[in-house]
């Protein structure tokens, strides 16, 4: 059975610091093409911010992308999976806690950032894989 550490592993963990401005942020988003990072507050997870965080709660209530701090605007109270988690239950949580984007953990270390399209491509992947032994075993028979 799949587990997260299998899709992140090898990955590079992008984040910001809480007081970076969220015009910073954005950009360094934009520059990693990433709907969404990890904040921190020195080494200990504070939130995420995404591209979702940035329409609700700078751009429609107005707010000074260049001087408001990240750490304002960002969704906090985030759910995390443990990387020997299997890949059903990071679908079942990003479901439950109704989020796109999941910090991973090694204990109380996040190591990775797991995405609902990085489980998406990897269940196309396999599916494609799927059916291409099954083309491969009907033409043979």
């Known amino acids: 059975m799949p587990r997260v550490r299998d899709l992140v592993q090898e990955r590079e963990l992008f984040r910001v610091e809480?007081?970076?401005?969220?015009?910073?942020?954005?950009?360094?988003?934009?520059?990693?093409?990433?709907g969404a990072i990890l904040v921190f507050r020195g080494d200990e997870l504070s939130g995420v911010f995404s591209e979702?965080?940035?329409?609700?709660?700078?751009?429609?209530e107005r707010r000074d992308p260049d001087a408001t701090p990240?750490?304002?605007?960002?969704?906090?109270?985030?759910?995390?999976?443990?990387?020997?988690?299997?890949l059903e239950d990071a679908m079942e949580s990003m479901q439950a806690n109704n989020c796109r984007h999941l910090p991973v953990t090694r204990g109380k270390q996040?190591?990775?950032?797991?995405?609902?399209?990085?489980?998406?491509?990897?269940e196309l992947a396999r599916k494609t894989e799927e059916i291409h032994?099954?083309?491969?075993?009907?033409?043979?028979?």
């Open 18 to 34: 809480e007081q970076q401005t969220v015009a910073d942020v954005a950009r360094i988003m934009a520059d990693l093409h990433v």
């Open 52 to 60: 979702r965080d940035l329409m609700k709660r700078v751009v429609l």
């Open 70 to 86: 990240v750490r304002a605007v960002m969704s906090t109270g985030v759910a995390t999976i443990e990387e020997i988690a299997s």
């Open 110 to 122: 996040v190591v990775a950032f797991l995405s609902m399209r990085d489980l998406m491509n990897f």
């Open 133 to 141: 032994h099954m083309r491969a075993y009907i033409h043979n028979a």
